[in-house]
């Protein structure tokens, strides 16, 4: 159901399902806790019809979900390429600049570019990071990463996936190399020294 106000639409159906799906309940779940029919329901999470006050309110209280929840706007943030702040470096990265893409106080993920030149790198020691799962993607150039004794080489268009607590480090094989870590959950500090 799309409810309009304003100069915006709020679509709820993809947000009852995403709940329901969350909460691993199958459309007959939710409908029998609700009292409203499965069909119903498909219909309603697929914003075909529109419930009722009482059927919305059922359908909440079947998933744990505040009616208010439904009708938030969603949080956006942007930030500008020339608005990104600069990570503190560690003293002898100077050929490294690491850039904050998310803002700095999201907390489900934490998205940095690094640029470096040949020779750039996360250090000679290996490091970990305060999250469960971190990815890294080469934009451009080639890079090798180090994660405990294993060593991968990565050109661009490449991605490695590893867990962000396992001891590792990474340093640029080529001049120019551009990548993307993305973290989860986001760090806690993103903005303190992390390299």
């Not at 304003?6 to 007959?28: I, K, N, P, Q, W």
């Not at 309110?57 to 439904?70: F, H, M, N, R, T």
Request: glycine fraction near 10%; include cysteine; charged fraction near 20%.
């Amino acid at each position: 159901m799309a409810v309009g106000g304003g100069g915006g639409r709020v679509r709820f159906g993809a947000r009852l399902r995403h709940a329901r799906e969350a909460s691993r309940l199958s459309l007959g779940e939710v409908a029998a806790r609700s009292g409203v029919t499965k069909s119903f329901l498909s219909r309603v999470e697929r914003d075909i019809t529109s419930p009722s006050v009482a059927s919305l309110i059922g359908i909440c209280d079947a998933l744990g979900l505040s009616v208010g929840e439904l009708f938030q706007a969603p949080q956006t943030t942007l930030v500008r390429r020339a608005d990104r702040p600069r990570i503190a470096e560690l003293p002898k990265a100077a050929d490294v600049v690491d850039t904050l893409i998310t803002p700095a106080d999201e907390r489900h993920v934490t998205v940095l570019e690094t640029t470096a030149a040949s020779g750039g790198s996360g250090g000679s020691t290996l490091y970990t990071l305060p999250s469960e799962c971190e990815v890294c993607f080469v934009l451009q150039g080639a890079i090798e990463v180090q994660v405990e004794d294993q060593p991968f080489t990565l050109q661009a268009g490449d991605a490695l996936t590893f867990g962000a607590a396992v001891p590792h480090s990474w340093n640029a094989l080529s001049d120019g190399a551009r990548i993307l870590w993305i973290l989860a959950p986001g760090l806690p500090d993103p903005q303190g020294s992390i390299r």
